[in-house]
């Protein structure tokens, strides 16, 4: 916010003139005073892999709209794609896509078959530490550079014959979901609540979400979780959104997505958090989220590590 000068702009202006001309008689003061071209700075920073090769290899599973998904032409698009490319034009950098399987993101992230992961992942504290929600070791950690928010959702039949409104309503009914997502993780903790009430919960896991969603609207499955994005996608989409509903007030806490690096390339994190900041505050970042109609998710700026 800018504060308003008062009775000092006299002041002000003339110490303004005094720079100036000290500027103009030292020779090389101009070119000190020319501001720096923020995106050439972030180019130069990138590291020497990337300087060298042009080429950002991002891991993706193309298969999760409005967040990625192949077009008529079989390229990706969506959120994800549109961003990649916005950071690729800021970077200098060709984008390619890896698709892959969500479950092995990231062990192939560790295995150098990408560069980095930006696939609707969400920056939770098992995947930065490697382990799971008992705190155990199943993995390499890994680090993130978040850029939007999204939070978890339950979709159920149009008109939600079963009544369903919380976590605690899916037991004693069967869940779809995909698996290695966050809200297999939500279903894993649900399950040993209502196995506690008497009441089994089941889950279903598929490999894509097209799937576990297909289980719901076909009437297999009483309810999915999905991220709120591509919840309410499918509920706009599916049949002419006349199959599945997004259950009102069911989306949980908010967790950012973020671009997923292995730890030791901190370098090229340090760059990307720059390339979506000033990608942010071109507005065209925006313009990306309003196209998809996500704006409700857009982040203020990009942080490191900043999941719960």
């Known amino acids: 916010m800018h504060q308003r000068a008062h009775s000092r702009r006299p002041a002000v202006a003339a110490l303004a003139l005094a720079t100036a001309g000290a500027l103009l008689l030292s020779g090389c003061g101009g070119d000190e005073a020319v501001a720096k071209d923020p995106v050439q700075e972030i180019r130069a920073k990138l590291p020497k892999a990337q300087q060298s090769a042009k080429v ?13 998904f192949r077009g008529a032409d079989g ?8 961003i990649a490319a916005a950071l690729g034009r800021i970077l200098d950098l060709r984008i ?8 092995k993101l990231l062990p192939d992230l560790h295995t150098k078959q990408f560069d980095v992961v930006m696939s609707a ?17 199943v993995g390499r950690p890994v680090d ?17 014959p079963k009544g369903i ?10 869940v779809a979901v995909q698996s290695g997502t966050t809200q297999e993780e939500i279903l894993t903790r649900q399950t040993t609540a209502c196995t506690r009430a008497g009441k089994p919960l ?3 896991k598929f490999d894509t979400d097209p799937k576990a969603l297909a ?5 297999t499955a009483h309810a999915g979780l999905n991220d709120f994005p591509v919840a309410a996608y499918a509920a706009k989409t599916t049949d002419g959104g006349n199959r599945l509903e997004v259950v009102a007030g069911s989306q949980s806490r908010s967790n950012p997505y973020g671009i997923a690096l292995r730890k030791e390339d901190t370098e090229l994190r340090d760059v990307l958090a720059k390339a979506v900041d000033q990608l942010i505050r071109s507005g065209e970042y925006d313009k990306i989220l309003a196209k998809w109609d996500v704006a409700a998710g857009a982040a203020q700026n990009a942080v490191v590590n900043g999941g719960i």
């Open 165 to 174: 409104r919380t976590l605690d309503d899916l037991c004693g009914k069967t």
């Open 75 to 82: 390229k990706p698009e969506d959120l994800d794609p549109d």
């Open 144 to 160: 993130f550079v978040d850029y939007f928010i999204a939070g978890t959702s339950m979709v159920v039949a149009k008109g939600n």
């Open 215 to 219: 289980e719901v609207a076909a009437g």
């Open 121 to 137: 992942l969400s920056d939770v504290r098992q995947r930065r530490e490697g382990v799971d929600e008992a705190g155990k070791p």
């Open 56 to 68: 950002l290899r991002i891991g993706m599973d193309v298969n999760y709209p409005p967040v990625e």
């Open 202 to 204: 089941t889950v279903h």
């Open 96 to 103: 390619e896509y890896v698709d892959t399987p969500f479950d």
